[in-house]
């Protein structure tokens, strides 16, 4: 049986192929979607195991694709989104089953036989939406632990609109689909055939599942998510009406505040999506290990591999932890660039003593930066993304110039494992963040770039009045 296993953290994806390999299955790895495309050109696989957080683009455009496109390849989704909405789109854009991270290898492994399974025996693929399930191949329809009786016509039109759960769908087309009848405006027979199954499948003691969509049709479920990103939504809260009238500095005020919360809400959120890449390759090491017969020893690669994972877990801790920190108020509008620095390195001291973080900083002398707390924090960002979706030990260099009224920070990354293969890029780490990273360099008064296909950042800054030597050491 082959599977396609599309995920581009090499580590993960390398264990997670070994242990497949050792229960039966050929494994291939697509660290990218181009990849993909063109290994299910080249082979027929049984299984598509997807990450969500796949490459540059979300996972989910590249599952729209391939659905898109023909593709009928069972699908499984691997994700760290736990939300009902996230799995919902999911499967509403075709994935056959949904794993959330980190997850157990055992489950990982039984969940690819029973969609292998699905795939050879039609009769094993049940559709559920909610407590409501459907089996083709028996025509049974259950509710919870109620038995529900259909006949042939009220049968096809709720495997239909189960099939396309979540969606609208419009009386003309339920009339052509489920009917084979051209589009008849005039025709009633849809809406008898909706009334005979709401009063079969929504009984008064259940939540309503099925719902007429005033002017456009009918739908079975909750609606789908709208928004192509699954991401976490920024909410920012609701000014009285007035408010802004009354006092217009105050209200603007909140406004900004509002938006750096929700701005590191979402970032914050997207860190701890990142945890999850390694957390699941800790666990399920732990699990396989625990799995093999004794007396089989493990190979160095193998323990300075799951170190590493290890290392990242706690890159992506120790970030979390410092953005949500309380900081005390800046004493003044500036502060030593190398000051800020030490302080934010200090939050991964323990990446720099086990080797997998090695610094080298290169400033101008007695430069000073905002004392803005938002620019701690991107800092940390920065530091805690490179050093968590990296899955190999690195040195940071970071360089400091003075240009005129401001400064120019340039971030470059490189491995120091020696075994000379490439890091991710800067727009492989940050191209889903860049934009609210981009918003923070701006609030702060500054610029965040990078360049492409590089593995470089640079953040230009105001400057303020270089620091004498006495302040220096205050600070």
Same mark, same amino acid.
């Given at each position: 049986?082959?599977?396609?296993?599309?995920?581009?953290?090499?580590?993960?994806?390398?264990?997670?192929?070994?242990?497949?390999?050792?229960?039966?299955?050929?494994?291939?790895?697509?660290?990218?979607?181009?990849?993909?495309?063109?290994?299910?050109?080249?082979?027929?696989?049984?299984?598509?195991? @997807?990450?969500?957080?796949?490459?540059?683009?979300?996972?989910? %455009?590249?599952?729209?694709? +391939?659905?898109?496109?023909? &593709? *009928?390849?069972?699908?499984?989704?691997?994700?760290?989104?736990?939300?009902?909405?996230?799995?919902?789109?999911?499967?509403?854009?075709?994935?056959?089953?949904?794993?959330?991270?980190?997850?157990?290898?055992?489950? @990982?492994?039984?969940?690819?036989?029973?969609?292998?399974?699905? %795939?050879?025996?039609?009769? +094993?693929?049940?559709?559920? &939406? *909610?407590d409501l399930e459907l089996d083709p191949a028996t025509r049974k329809v259950r509710r919870g632990k109620r038995e529900i009786k259909l006949s042939p016509r009220e049968f096809d039109l709720l495997h239909l609109l189960m099939r396309r759960a979540g969606e609208t769908i419009s009386r003309n087309a339920l009339l052509q689909l489920c009917w084979g009848h051209e589009a008849d405006t005039d025709s009633n027979l849809v809406d008898v055939y909706i009334n005979y199954l709401r009063k079969k499948i929504d009984s008064a003691s259940e939540p309503k599942l099925l719902f007429t969509v005033r002017g456009e049709g009918y739908r079975l479920g909750k609606p789908a998510p709208l928004s192509s990103s699954p991401e976490l939504d920024t909410e920012y809260p609701e000014h009285p009406a007035g408010a802004a009238n009354d006092h217009p500095e105050t209200a603007v005020e909140s406004q900004t505040a509002a938006r750096q919360q929700g701005l590191l809400r979402t970032l914050i959120h997207s860190m701890a999506h990142d945890l999850a890449q390694p957390l699941t390759s800790v666990r399920c090491f732990l699990e396989v290990l625990a799995l093999r017969k004794q007396g089989v020893s493990l190979q160095p690669v193998e323990i300075k591999g799951i170190e590493q994972q290890a290392d990242r877990a706690i890159a992506l801790t120790k970030g979390i932890s410092a953005m949500v920190r309380e900081m005390g108020a800046p004493t003044g509008p500036w502060l030593p660039l190398d000051t800020l620095l030490n302080d934010v390195f200090d939050d991964f001291l323990v990446l720099v003593h086990s080797g997998f973080l090695t610094l080298h900083k290169d400033l101008a002398p007695s430069t000073q930066v905002t004392s803005s707390p938002v620019l701690r924090q991107l800092l940390v960002l920065l530091v805690a993304k490179l050093t968590g979706r990296n899955t190999r030990p690195l040195t940071l260099s970071i360089s400091g110039n003075l240009m005129e009224q401001h400064c120019h920070l340039e971030l470059r990354w490189e491995p120091n494992d020696g075994s000379g293969a490439e890091l991710l890029d800067a727009k492989s780490i940050l191209s889903k963040d860049f934009r609210d990273m981009a918003d923070m360099a701006r609030s702060v008064g500054g610029e965040l770039l990078f360049g492409e296909d590089k593995p470089r950042i640079e953040l230009a800054l105001p400057a303020g009045p270089r620091a004498s030597v006495s302040e220096a050491i205050v600070h």
């Open positions: 049986m082959s599977i396609l296993l599309a995920d581009d953290d090499l580590q993960l994806a390398t264990f997670l192929s070994k242990s497949l390999e050792s229960e039966g299955y050929s494994v291939r790895i697509a660290l990218d979607e181009e990849t993909v495309l063109s290994e299910l050109k080249r082979q027929n696989y049984k299984l598509i195991i @997807l990450d969500l957080n796949f490459g540059q683009t979300d996972g989910l %455009k590249l599952l729209e694709r +391939l659905r898109g496109g023909g &593709v *009928e390849t069972p699908i499984m989704v691997l994700s760290a989104r736990n939300r009902v909405s996230d799995r919902i789109q999911s499967l509403n854009l075709g994935a056959d089953d949904y794993v959330t991270k980190p997850f157990s290898f055992q489950e @990982l492994a039984a969940r690819s036989a029973a969609l292998l399974r699905r %795939k050879t025996d039609p009769g +094993l693929s049940v559709r559920r &939406v *909610e």
